[in-house]
């Protein structure tokens, strides 16, 4: 395995082999066998045109010959930061033949998690689009290339500029390497509690059983239409079961970079979407405006809601409102994912956030010393199984902390399980902020706010919201009275922070209450907020 990941022990990979969990089939060979078998069927649907699994599988032949000829070679490491387009598949199924490795970036990602993904993994590309709502990302660009000397090609969707274009990378194919489906196929980002993202390495073995179960579980086949409204590079999108779910089984793609129902409404019915993944906040937007659209959405069969809670009296409106089953998805990029059954009874459906998908997944809820709580005792969620890592890349030191001995990871959810094995997740016991599915690693901004020459002091914590669930309040102390609210925020959109995580609250404090061990009393500021 790709140096500094943890692979897992021999006696697991020998079971989920034995087991049939991993076929040993890679992400470049299932596309070629999609291409054959399902041909001029279209694959992916997106704004302005439309490709079929044949051409797609073509034109990333193509794609790897152009990557290949500018010098990325296997075990390459590639920023991939794309907004929902038909060339993201076609960028990462290049990128997987040749068996180099895509970092999954977010479209609202700035300077900051960008130069910080491109240093740790000693990118030696980044690709781009070269504008996406508003924002020219080879500015952004030209900024990280500056900056990291690993980096030697920026690659653009569109107008490169200075930059390499994509659209003159597609050349005669070339004979490509071998790819062994336990290798490390490209890595996902997690929500980090700490300073900054981890490294999420995922397999061919491992990422293609999330998607075959996935697409069992959501009931996937050849005429299943998948609309992706939320940025496809995320987990959930991707994988639960997600475009990449959906390829697998055969179906088609809508993509749509916009959630609004002026947006997506009109395609559901246009395209006969059959299923669609939102997060929480998206879900009672969509509930609201249902009522005042003229669309008939009698095409969608299933609709998803996860990344965050999804309150049990919203969920129980989808049915009569939408007229489709919801399914509730409890996931996360590190592997685990939980799902409601599309015939399971509404009590759970509305309830519960799922169960695990694989009878292979191993499931613990321990209290603070590790020990098994009772069953319908709340407790944080260990988990291990054949599609979750058993480390993160390159953090020796914090694998020893984020997963037990025995190999199980510590998701920091705190959960209780139902009689019938169902979870449902209570709270949080990492210090994070869960924005409408958007995680916010408290120490991160913390960190930044320290940078402030008048911040003596920072905490983060998160307050309720109706809407979002969660938002975030910045605790402040300052050196002196002359630092605002105003200069805070700026400051943090200086330093090239995701919109997403800027506070949306800022308190200025005079000292922080503490706990009995002399640490942040994160709650009591919480509670504090919600006082307010
Ligand atoms: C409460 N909290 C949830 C839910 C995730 C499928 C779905 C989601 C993700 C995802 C994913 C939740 N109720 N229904 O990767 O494949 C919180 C938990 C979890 C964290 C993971 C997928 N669904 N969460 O959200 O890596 O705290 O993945 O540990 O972004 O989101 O976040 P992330």
């Known amino acids: 395995?790709?140096?500094?990941?943890?692979?897992?022990?021999?006696?697991?990979?020998?079971?989920?082999?034995?087991?049939?969990?991993?076929?040993?089939?890679?992400?470049?060979?299932m596309l070629r066998e999609r291409a054959l078998k399902y041909g001029d069927?279209?694959?992916?649907?997106?704004?302005?045109?439309?490709?079929?699994?044949k051409h797609l599988d073509r034109n990333v032949d193509q794609l790897a010959a152009g990557l290949h000829q500018m010098g990325i070679r296997q075990y390459d490491r590639v920023v991939v930061q794309l907004p929902n387009r038909i060339e993201f598949f076609e960028v990462i199924f290049a990128l997987?033949?040749?068996?180099?490795?895509?970092?999954?970036?977010?479209?609202?990602?700035?300077?900051?998690?960008?130069?910080?993904?491109c240093e740790f993994s000693e990118a030696k590309a980044y690709i781009i689009a070269d504008r996406d709502a508003?924002?020219?990302?080879?500015?952004?660009?030209?900024?990280?290339?500056?900056?990291?000397?690993?980096?030697?090609h920026i690659v653009v969707i569109g107008d490169g500029g200075k930059f390499q274009a994509l659209d003159q990378l597609y050349q005669d194919p070339i004979d490509l390497p071998n790819i062994d489906s336990s290798e490390i196929v490209f890595f996902q980002?997690?929500?980090?509690?700490?300073?900054?993202?981890?490294?999420?390495?995922?397999?061919?073995?491992?990422?293609?059983?999330?998607?075959?179960?996935?697409?069992?579980?959501?009931?996937?086949?050849?005429?299943?239409?998948?609309?992706?409204?939320?940025?496809?590079?995320?987990?959930?999108?991707?994988?639960?079961?997600?475009?990449?779910?959906?390829?697998?089984?055969?179906?088609?793609?809508?993509?749509?970079g916009d959630s609004s129902p002026d947006e997506a409404f009109p395609l559901i019915e246009r395209e006969q979407v059959t299923i669609t993944a939102l997060v929480p906040p998206i879900a009672l937007v969509w509930l609201e405006a249902v009522s005042s659209r003229q669309c008939d959405l009698s095409s969608l069969e299933v609709l998803q809601v996860g990344g965050g809670k999804f309150g049990s009296e919203a969920a129980r409106r989808v049915k009569p409102v939408i007229g489709c089953t919801l399914q509730q998805?409890?996931?996360?990029?590190?592997?685990?994912?939980?799902?409601?059954?599309?015939?399971?009874?509404?009590?759970?459906?509305?309830?519960?956030?799922?169960?695990?998908?694989?009878?292979y997944d191993e499931i613990r809820i321990v209290d603070e010393e590790d020990r098994e709580v009772a069953l319908g005792e709340v407790g944080e969620l260990l988990t291990r199984g054949p599609y979750t890592i058993r480390g993160y890349y390159k953090a020796k030191e914090y694998n020893r902390k984020a997963f037990t001995s025995d190999g199980f990871y510590r998701t920091g959810d705190l959960v209780r399980m139902t009689p019938e094995g169902y979870l449902i997740v209570e709270g949080r016991a990492k210090?994070?902020?869960?924005?409408?599915?958007?995680?916010?690693?408290?120490?991160?901004?913390?960190?930044?706010?320290?940078?402030?020459?008048?911040?003596?002091?920072?905490?983060?914590?998160?307050m309720p919201d109706e809407f979002?669930?969660?938002?975030?309040?910045?605790?402040?102390?300052?050196?002196?009275?002359?630092?605002?609210?105003?200069?805070?925020?700026?400051?943090?959109?200086?330093?090239?922070?995701?919109?997403?995580?800027?506070?949306?609250?800022?308190?200025?404090?005079?000292?922080?209450?503490k706990t009995a061990v002399g640490k942040v009393n994160k709650r009591s500021l919480r509670q504090m907020v919600a006082n307010k």
């Open 1 to 29: 395995m790709f140096a500094n990941c943890t692979s897992w022990p021999e006696a697991f990979t020998d079971q989920y082999r034995k087991e049939g969990c991993w076929k040993g089939e890679t992400f470049g060979e």
């Open 41 to 53: 069927r279209t694959a992916v649907t997106g704004k302005e045109r439309e490709i079929s699994y």
């Open 96 to 117: 997987f033949r040749l068996g180099a490795l895509p970092v999954f970036a977010l479209p609202s990602h700035r300077y900051s998690e960008i130069r910080y993904f």
């Open 134 to 152: 508003g924002f020219d990302f080879r500015s952004l660009a030209k900024k990280v290339i500056e900056t990291v000397p690993t980096l030697q």
């Open 189 to 256: 980002l997690s929500g980090g509690s700490t300073g900054l993202p981890k490294f999420i390495p995922r397999t061919h073995d491992d990422y293609i059983y999330s998607l075959r179960l996935s697409a069992e579980v959501c009931n996937l086949h050849e005429s299943s239409v998948y609309l992706a409204v939320l940025p496809i590079a995320h987990n959930y999108p991707l994988s639960s079961p997600g475009v990449l779910g959906t390829l697998y089984a055969g179906g088609r793609v809508v993509l749509s």
């Open 329 to 359: 998805v409890y996931g996360m990029a590190e592997g685990l994912v939980n799902y409601t059954r599309l015939d399971d009874p509404e009590e759970i459906l509305i309830h519960t956030q799922g169960r695990p998908m694989s009878p």
């Open 431 to 462: 210090d994070q902020i869960n924005r409408g599915g958007e995680k916010i690693a408290a120490a991160e901004v913390e960190n930044h706010l320290l940078a402030h020459p008048l911040v003596r002091d920072a905490a983060i914590v998160s």
């Open 468 to 513: 979002l669930g969660e938002r975030s309040c910045a605790f402040v102390i300052a050196q002196d009275d002359s630092l605002n609210i105003a200069e805070v925020k700026a400051f943090l959109r200086e330093r090239g922070l995701a919109a997403f995580k800027i506070p949306d609250r800022v308190e200025f404090i005079d000292s922080f209450p």
